[in-house]
């Protein structure tokens, strides 16, 4: 009942822009903080970015920050993350998720996750 999927991502070379999408369905989204995740291959799964359940917040990684935002439209029960100045080292698949609690950093509390989307930055 409860998806979260996943749009955007792609191929695009250093120093460009892609924007992700994750639309949710089978929840009520305003109740859930979200959170974008990414792993690439041969490496842990790392925390990205977060946001509230109101958008009030946003909490980033250092190695992202200046670089990615994350925002959410709770009419169109969707989360974003706009990735701009990218690096090769952003290559990754990045992953949605969803939770009702505070614990933000912590992939193993969130709820549910979308799907997956690759994202490759080329130099």
């Known amino acids: 009942q409860v998806q979260l999927v996943q749009s955007g991502g792609g191929l695009v070379q250093a120093g460009g822009s892609l924007r992700l999408s994750c639309a949710a369905s089978g929840l009520t989204f305003s109740n859930y903080a979200m959170g974008w995740f990414r792993q690439a291959p041969g490496k842990e799964r790392e925390f990205v970015a977060a946001i509230s359940q109101t958008g009030a917040n946003s909490y980033y990684a250092d190695s992202v920050k200046g670089r990615l935002t994350i925002s959410r439209d709770n009419a169109k029960n969707t989360v974003y993350l706009q990735m701009n100045s990218l690096k090769p080292e952003d290559t990754a698949v990045y992953s949605c998720?969803?939770?009702?609690?505070?614990?933000?950093?912590?992939?193993?509390?969130?709820?549910?996750w979308g799907q997956g989307t690759q994202v490759t930055v080329s130099s």
């Open positions: 998720a969803a939770m009702t609690g505070w614990n933000f950093f912590s992939a193993n509390k969130y709820d549910y």
